[in-house]
């Protein structure tokens, strides 16, 4: 079936400073999702890639739609205490899988 | 406009009962999907409907879990029995199409 790799799995950084992770499959994908889960709630979708080489920002968050469709990244630039929380990307194909998260952790 | 509804919000039982979740998507979306949420890990795709329509299950354990979209709006998710395993998050998504899902806030199970 398909998978998603997430990485890295961890991250802790200072306020101000920016952040990247990514996601990679072994299959393609129409659909690249990135969201962002706090504490005893569901997902919140935070941007939604939709062609190969898409680029497409929100506010500090930037995504982009890998060119083999395989991939996609996020970087959240300046990054405030309110930033803390899980990140998921998922891939859309038909059905829609999630990889297993990013923590990021602000330290002010 | 309302998002995708979600009850109840936490639930506790003991091993070997059944339990049942009841989601309502956002108006209009006709693709419901349930997932199960674990402890540290991603959402896992249970059942994703399209309309009232079952597009995949392939990872729904029919021997214990069953799910229904009667009409094609509101939708059940069932355990019956349960293990200790089963104890996550179950989250309800809605979409107009595959893709760009909407979350509900989720019910917790907890099986004792």
């Known amino acids: 079936g398909q998978q998603l790799n997430q990485s890295p799995q961890s991250m802790f950084i200072q306020e101000g400073e920016d952040v990247s992770m990514n996601c990679t499959s072994s299959?393609?994908?129409?659909?690249w999702l990135w969201y962002k889960q706090d504490p005893g709630e569901g997902p919140v979708l935070l941007i939604a890639?939709?062609?190969?080489?898409e680029l497409t920002s929100n506010g500090r968050l930037t995504a982009q739609f890998g060119i083999t469709r395989k991939d996609s990244f996020l970087n959240i630039s300046a990054s405030i205490p309110s930033d803390v929380g899980i990140y998921f990307c998922?891939?859309?194909?038909?059905?829609?899988?999630f990889g297993q998260g990013t923590i990021l952790t602000v330290h002010p | 406009e309302a998002g995708v509804a979600q009850s109840p919000r936490y639930k506790i039982i003991e091993k070997r009962q059944s339990v049942a979740f009841w989601c309502n998507p956002i108006?209009?979306?006709?693709?419901l999907y349930w997932y199960q949420q674990i402890l540290g890990q991603g959402p896992k795709l249970l059942i994703q409907?399209?309309?009232?329509?079952?597009?995949?299950d392939s990872q729904l354990p029919k021997d214990r879990f069953s799910a229904e979209r009667l009409k094609g709006v509101d939708s059940t998710l069932k355990i019956q029995p349960a293990k200790l395993e089963d104890s996550a998050v179950y989250l309800c998504?809605?979409?107009?199409?595959?893709?760009?899902?909407?979350f509900g806030p989720g019910t917790r199970l907890t099986v004792l």
């Open positions: 998922a891939g859309a194909y038909g059905k829609l899988t």
């Open positions: 998504a809605s979409s107009i199409g595959p893709g760009r899902a909407f």
């Open positions: 890639l939709y062609k190969a080489g």
């Open positions: 409907f399209q309309n009232n329509g079952v597009v995949d």
């Open positions: 108006s209009g979306h006709a693709t």
């Open positions: 299959s393609i994908f129409n659909t």
